[in-house]
């Protein structure tokens, strides 16, 4: 399940793989808490064997920057680089600098396992900020409790799980696929929805619970269509004709990677207007776009926390420091964003817990706050999610979306929701 449809990449692609080896920039944008005071004592704060030193802490990253995931994950790596470098610049974690090891999981579940174990066993680092699919989270999930680290996970995700040895910086399912739902059957009048996912776990998981919401909580409401797509699938036209025939209210997309490239230019080319027919999706963000073409997906909905047109203070300082590290030409997308804030949640968590050990930084993490968040501001539940906005967005011409709708207050996670399991 390692395809890599670079076949399908716009030219500009081909910038990502490059970037990954370039050096990172100054800090901009993230101002100091607090002067550091004299790094403690490395017996005091590292009682577990962990890779912690009198000057350095070593983490790890983990993400696919090979294989159909890597148009999705490359801006994870991308902004957890850029909150290391800037936490560097203020100090480090405890006063110590922060060294990454990477490793590319390669859009194999296996492989994402393989790594993980080394990350924790043979580099023995402190904290792992990776995975993008459920997939590969499931996979290394037994890896991380097994030999107790910890992982920071920012993909949205059907929920369904809690870990003492994971933080969810993304959204589970009642903020976004509930939430998303709602919305569009009460503005658009919807009664009728074509489900759509690439073939695993989170597109399968996240489609139950949308049938359930839709057929037992949207009144007048039915699903007329269901169908999956392996992972680097590239030839929907099919499952276009027959959706062009049954003429849902709704597409609800949760197709990933690199196949919506293929599906998104095969739906304009099928005559499928989005301006017309309403499609909302789950998992496409501005970094999928940017192979997609705005061209190719304007007029559709997104349903996500995070936008890269969102306007205020934190968001404006953090596209410039992401775009200055990075290039001008790179966007932001919902999970790397939720990538960004794992390095700031992890530094925090451990500055309250005064210890890099694993299970001290687990117990202090709820409570937590990031209120530098481009967001807008995050907290640690005590269930390990994030408290966060619902928003949807509007995918324009030029790649971006406009924010056209978001709940007032921050929505309290619930990662297993009554009668969605």
Same mark, same amino acid.
């Given at each position: ?25 100054? %800090? ?21 064997? %962990? ?7 070593? +983490?790890?990253? &983990?993400?696919? +920057? ?47 396992? #393989?790594?993980?174990?080394? &990350? ?40 369904? #799980? ?52 839709? #057929?037992? $909580? ?14 680097? $699938? ?51 963000? /501005? ?22 047109? %969102? ?29 960004? %804030? ?8 451990? #500055?309250?817990?005064?210890?890099? !050990? ?19 501001? +995050?907290?640690?539940?005590?269930? $390990? ?12 011409? !030029? ?6 709708? /978001? ?15």
């Amino acid at each position: 399940m390692s395809t890599d449809p670079t076949s399908l990449h716009r030219p500009d692609m081909l910038r990502r793989r490059l970037l990954m080896g370039m050096a990172a920039a100054p %800090l901009l944008g993230i101002a100091p808490r607090a002067a550091f005071a004299q790094a403690p004592a490395t017996a005091a704060v590292n009682t577990t064997g %962990l890779a912690v030193t009198d000057t350095e802490v070593t +983490v790890g990253i &983990l993400h696919s +920057v090979t294989g159909t995931m890597a148009i999705s994950e490359t801006g994870s790596v991308q902004a957890e680089k850029l909150a290391i470098d800037q936490i560097n610049a203020m100090g480090g974690v405890l006063g110590r600098k922060i060294k990454f090891i990477q490793e590319d999981g390669a859009s194999d579940w296996p492989t994402f396992a #393989e790594k993980a174990k080394k &990350l924790l066993v043979n580099d023995k680092c402190a904290s792992v900020f990776g995975c993008w699919t459920s997939a590969s989270r499931k996979a290394v999930l037994p890896v991380f409790e097994q030999y107790n680290g910890m992982l920071y996970y920012p993909t949205f995700y059907e929920g369904l #799980e809690q870990s003492k040895n994971v933080i969810y910086t993304g959204q589970e399912a009642t903020q976004q696929i509930i939430a998303g739902l709602d919305w569009v059957q009460k503005t658009k009048g919807a009664k009728t929805f074509y489900l759509l996912g690439s073939d695993y776990i989170w597109p399968r998981t996240s489609n139950k619970i949308a049938r359930k919401h839709i #057929e037992n $909580h949207l009144q007048g409401c039915k699903v007329v269509g269901e169908e999956y797509f392996p992972l680097g $699938h590239t030839q929907f036209n099919s499952v276009i004709n027959k959706i062009k025939l049954v003429k849902p209210d709704v597409i609800y997309a949760i197709i990933v990677g690199g196949s919506n490239v293929a599906f998104y230019k095969q739906l304009k080319a099928a005559g499928i207007d989005l301006s017309k027919q309403t499609l909302l999706t789950i998992s496409v963000t /501005e970094d999928e776009i940017d192979g997609i073409g705005g061209e190719n997906i304007a007029g559709a909905y997104a349903c996500m926390k995070y936008f890269q047109s %969102l306007q205020n203070a934190n968001n404006k300082a953090f596209v410039a420091a992401f775009k200055k590290m990075w290039g001008e030409k790179t966007v932001i997308g919902d999970v790397t964003q939720a990538a960004y %804030l794992g390095p700031w949640l992890w530094k925090y968590t451990v #500055e309250k817990a005064g210890s890099f !050990d694993i299970d001290k930084v687990a117990a202090a993490s709820p409570g937590v706050e990031f209120k530098e968040a481009p967001e807008g501001y +995050v907290k640690i539940h005590p269930n $390990h999610h994030l408290w966060s906005k619902t928003r949807v967005g509007l995918a324009k011409l !030029d790649g971006q979306f406009e924010v056209i709708y /978001e709940t007032a207050d921050l929505v309290e996670p619930d990662p297993f929701p009554n009668g969605y399991q």
